[in-house]
């Protein structure tokens, strides 16, 4: 899996390079106290002009590569070949060939491959696909599958299914909210971010890596992760205006994976030892996503990512209810409908933050200012870390299109809808 990349350079021209930031931060030179550590912008590369002394200045930022390009070793792969046009039948058997694909040449290792298994649609199918290429391939072992959440997680339950279903060796991590709350300042210091939805979604990600390790052999870990950018799975497409509009803000995600979902999934397995393996960002498989028509890519008849699902109709890899399950965020997913995990934290960090603090929360971070008390106890234990760092995160996430004062999909009108059905 492609990692977020940092890089420090001092006022007087000495460079470091790290894939996170806090092997760069605790770095000292004589010259400069406090070091400069950005993000590297994903499908870049710079041009250094290299002095005698070993100091270097930066020449020019080049961009080399955009999420809609074909890369450039489509030329020389082994993949059937793809049948032209968009009609919806050829479509569907390119986008079956690709994903294939995209899982078999994420095999290549000498560690023990598993997978995360949330019970949803997207790593349902990385999980029945990577099942059924391991059996292929010949592979000794059995899969193993797994999956995090509370007692009566909706997770939890579609998640079994799912790997009855394929035949997995499921293994099912139960945590309650003391152990979700006490793992906050952990997870934000391997993070290295404090944005509000990435810290609530990590929780349950770190949990679940630190199980692995400590518990199995497993290294390599197969994820659905990409594919709600990719393919528009979020609540708030339902809301866009144009289909154009969305293929947008679809790309926009994906341009900004690195500071979000990316940075999670790669961030909480690191964090443990693991090497997340991601198929749906597979080169091939996105880019011939993202050059269908837009009309095609968006949620149809009230439901999103209604061509992945539809591509997957026939082929049996999931149980029917697995592949039209709407959709159900990570950090909702792991608790029950009745006491979201952001309503837990919520509760939580009421008690951890007052008004008074709130009231001089601009003063106190004018940059990215905490508009609640959960963004502001995040906050503090990020500064407390990293302190002066703030601007690693350029902005928060929300959803796009409705008046949305949380990210969490459970506050959408679209998601209360859905599960009152």
């Known amino acids: 899996m492609e990692s977020p990349l940092f890089k420090a350079m001092t006022e007087d021209g000495f460079l470091a390079v790290c894939s996170e930031a806090k092997g760069l931060v605790t770095l000292k030179h004589s010259t400069t106290p406090f070091l400069k550590v950005e993000p590297f912008l994903p499908g870049h590369y710079e041009v250094l002009d290299l002095k005698p002394n ?4 930066s020449v020019e930022m080049v961009k080399y590569h955009h999420c809609r390009d074909e890369p450039l070793h489509a030329l020389y792969d082994n993949v059937d070949k793809l049948f032209p046009g968009f009609e919806i039948e050829t479509v569907k058997n390119n986008l079956r060939i690709l994903f294939n694909n995209a899982v078999k040449k994420r095999l290549m290792t000498d560690r023990r491959i598993g997978c995360l298994l949330s019970g949803g649609l997207d790593s ?4 029945a696909t990577l099942l059924k290429q391991l059996k292929e391939a010949q ?8 999956a995090i959440g509370m007692e009566d997680s909706p997770d939890l339950l579609a998640a079994r299914k799912v790997a009855n279903h394929i035949g997995s060796e499921h293994y099912e991590v139960l945590f309650n909210s003391e152990e979700g709350i006490q793992a906050l300042d952990e997870v934000i210091f391997s993070l290295e971010t404090y944005d509000i939805t990435t810290v609530r979604a990590s929780v349950g990600m770190y949990l679940i890596s630190k199980y692995i390790r400590k518990n199995t052999d497993n290294v390599v870990i197969f994820s659905g992760e990409g594919s709600d950018e990719l393919t528009q799975g979020y609540i708030y497409f339902h809301k866009a205006p144009s289909p154009e509009e969305a293929e947008e803000e679809s790309e926009r995600l994906l341009r900004e994976l690195y500071l979000f ?3 999670r999934a790669d961030r909480t397995t690191a964090a443990h030892g693991l090497e997340l393996r991601v ?3 597979d080169h091939r498989f996105s880019s011939y996503y993202l050059s269908l028509p837009p009309e095609m890519r968006t949620p149809k008849n009230g439901i999103e990512k209604h061509l992945l699902r539809e ?5 049996n890899l999931i149980p029917k209810e697995i592949l039209w399950r709407p959709k159900e965020a990570f950090s909702d997913g792991i608790t029950s409908v009745k006491n979201s995990w952001f309503k837990i934290l919520q509760e939580y960090v009421e008690h951890q933050v007052d008004d008074a ?3 001089n929360a601009a003063q106190k971070f004018p940059f990215n200012t905490p508009k609640t008390k959960e963004g502001y106890y995040y906050r503090q234990i990020f500064e407390r870390h990293y302190p002066g760092r703030a601007d690693w995160l350029s902005h928060y996430w929300m959803p796009k299109w409705i008046n949305a004062t949380d990210p969490s999909a459970r506050t959408l009108t679209h998601y209360k809808s859905a599960a009152k059905a």
């Open 139 to 146: 592979v000794q072992y059995p899969l193993q599958t797994f």
């Open 357 to 359: 603090m709130m009231a």
């Open 311 to 315: 591509t997957f109709e026939e082929s």
């Open 124 to 127: 349902s199918l990385v999980a």
């Open 54 to 57: 070993g100091k270097v200045a």
């Open 279 to 281: 198929p749906f960002l």
């Open 261 to 263: 979902d990316v940075l």
